[in-house]
C-alpha cells in the first residue's frame, strides 16, 4: 500500500520528438514505466498521439494493458499543425523541418500548462524528455516540484563518435561515424543546435540511453 501511494504522489511526464522512432521509443519506456504503478503522461500534439498508439509494437497479450495505463495528452500548437507529405527524393525528411521548427517553438507553452497542473496535485512531477525537445527541462525547472531527464534516443555508440570517432569500440564494430552535417539538413543541425542551447539553460537529473 504504501509503494502504490509512493507511486501515485509522482507524476512522469514524457515528452518526445515528433518522429516515428523518438515517439516509440519514448512509448515504450512511458509503458514501462506504467506497468509499475506510475502515472505516466506521453505528452505530444494530438497527429502524434494518433501515430504512436496506432503504430506501437513489439508487445505481447499484456501490451494492451500497459498502453492502457498510460495516460495521452496533447499538446495544442497554435496556429495549425499537420504532417507535410513525404519527399522521396531526399533520404533525410528534410521536408519535415516546418513542422519539427512548429513543435519546438509551439509545445512549450501547452507542456508548462501541463507541468503546473501536475505540480498542483503531486508530490513530484519527471519530465523524461527527448533531448531533441530540450525546451521541457526548461520548463521543468519553473515548478518547485520539478526534475527532468534528457532521453537519447540515438544509439549509445554514436555519443562514442563524438568524442573519438576512431574509438576501437566503433573500429571492432565496423561502425563509422557521420557528424550530423554529413547525413542530415543544415536546418536540422541549426534546430539541433538550438536545442543544445536549450539544454544549457537548465540543469539535468540525469540521461537515460539508448
Not at 505528452?43 to 499484456?62: K, T
Not at 519546438?104 to 513530484?124: F, K, N, Q, Y
Request: with cysteine; net charge positive.
Amino acid at each position: 500500500m504504501e509503494d502504490s501511494a509512493a507511486a501515485a504522489a509522482v507524476a512522469v511526464v514524457t515528452v518526445p520528438f515528433p518522429t516515428q522512432g523518438h515517439l516509440n521509443q519514448l512509448l515504450h519506456l512511458s509503458m514501462l514505466l506504467a506497468s509499475r504503478g506510475l502515472a505516466v503522461h506521453y505528452a505530444a500534439p494530438e497527429p502524434h498521439l494518433r501515430e504512436a498508439r496506432a503504430r506501437v509494437h513489439g508487445w505481447d497479450a499484456a501490451g494492451a494493458l500497459r498502453l492502457a495505463a498510460v495516460r495521452f495528452r496533447a499538446l495544442d500548437i497554435p496556429g495549425g499543425y499537420a504532417s507535410p507529405p513525404p519527399d522521396p527524393s531526399s533520404p533525410f525528411p528534410g521536408h519535415m523541418m516546418p513542422l519539427l521548427e512548429a513543435f519546438c517553438d509551439g509545445a512549450r507553452t501547452p507542456l508548462a500548462a501541463l507541468l503546473r497542473e501536475l505540480s498542483a496535485c503531486h508530490r513530484r512531477v519527471v519530465v523524461l524528455h527527448d533531448r531533441m525537445a530540450a525546451f521541457a527541462a526548461v520548463e521543468a525547472a519553473r515548478i518547485p516540484n520539478g526534475e527532468a531527464l534528457g532521453v537519447h534516443c540515438l544509439a549509445a555508440s554514436y555519443n562514442v563518435g563524438w568524442v573519438y570517432p576512431a574509438h576501437r569500440l566503433l573500429v571492432e564494430h565496423g561502425l563509422v561515424f557521420h557528424p550530423p552535417d554529413a547525413c542530415t539538413t543544415k536546418e536540422f543541425v541549426a534546430l539541433a543546435k538550438r536545442m543544445g542551447q536549450e539544454r544549457r539553460r537548465a540543469a539535468v537529473a540525469g540521461m537515460i540511453y539508448n
